[in-house]
């Protein structure tokens, strides 16, 4: 990390998991735990724990976010979200395009790029995710995938808006797997993705976005990770489940 560039950024994943009163019970436990953290932290609830969560949180340093939004505003899509309904309920920040979402719900790389229109446009701050299969890493075409993943979900995106947007590496094989990159595997990718937004925009840009990493972060392996330069903090699935091991990681991510 470089704090002196820009924003180390903590944020939990929470999937689908907790009902909203275990999620209350789980923010009693978090806020108290991260009160004097020196990053930001964030954490994505599913839908139906959001108001009880933008309930919890009013007056802490943790954020809320959402786990995906449409790119309509209202319409005929049943099941969806609306980014709009989200920050009226007082949400701030929507991760968009995690590879669940594209590995079970057809989630592309173009519809990734519209959901970003459309959460910037209703004033949310956007973690787009990319990262790469097993297969695509072994057979050496990690910067093409993650190349065009950043590129496609960019476009059309001035330079302005980028401080209202944070990118997520995560390798699709390190996802509640188990395995982790090893810190020099995230630090790589991280700086090759920061390459790719120097070349769309100009350095400046490129050294001011907030680069997670993201994919089986844990206590055990959080300092070597976050010691990359190019490695900003994270996007924390199992982990942001269980209140000390978050707040290890945001110990972690604060120094």
């Not at 072994?138 to 209202?164: C, P, S, Y």
């Not at 590496?169 to 390459?195: F, L, M």
Request: one cysteine or more.
């Amino acid at each position: 990390m470089d704090k002196s560039k820009r924003a180390a950024v903590l944020a939990g994943n929470w999937k689908m998991n907790k009902t909203p009163a275990q999620a209350a019970e789980l923010l009693d436990a978090i806020i108290p735990a991260v009160k004097d953290a020196d990053c930001t932290v964030i954490c994505c609830t599913p839908f139906v724990d959001l108001s009880v969560a933008v309930e919890k949180c009013k007056g802490t340093n943790v954020k809320i976010g959402a786990q995906n939004c449409h790119f309509k505003e209202s319409g005929a899509y049943t099941g969806e979200v609306a980014a709009n309904m989200l920050t009226e309920m007082g949400v701030e920040y929507v991760i968009i395009g995690h590879s669940e979402r594209r590995q079970y719900f057809g989630e592309t790389d173009e519809t990734v790029n519209l959901r970003t229109k459309a959460a910037l446009a209703a004033g949310l701050k956007v973690i787009i995710c990319v990262g790469e299969m097993l297969d695509e890493r072994e057979n050496g075409v990690f910067e093409d995938i993650v190349g065009r993943q950043t590129k496609i979900a960019l476009l059309g995106i001035d330079k302005a808006e980028l401080k209202n947007i944070i990118i997520a590496y995560e390798p699709v094989w390190a996802i509640g797997t188990g395995k982790t990159a090893t810190a020099e595997q995230a630090g790589e990718a991280c700086g090759y993705i920061r390459s790719v937004v120097a070349k769309l925009y100009d350095n400046e840009a490129a050294e001011g976005l907030t680069i997670q990493y993201g994919g089986s972060m844990n206590p055990g392996n959080a300092a070597e990770l976050l010691a990359q330069k190019d490695v900003d903090g994270g996007l924390i699935g199992g982990a942001s489940l269980k209140a000390p091991d978050f707040k290890a990681l945001v110990e972690a991510a604060s120094k």
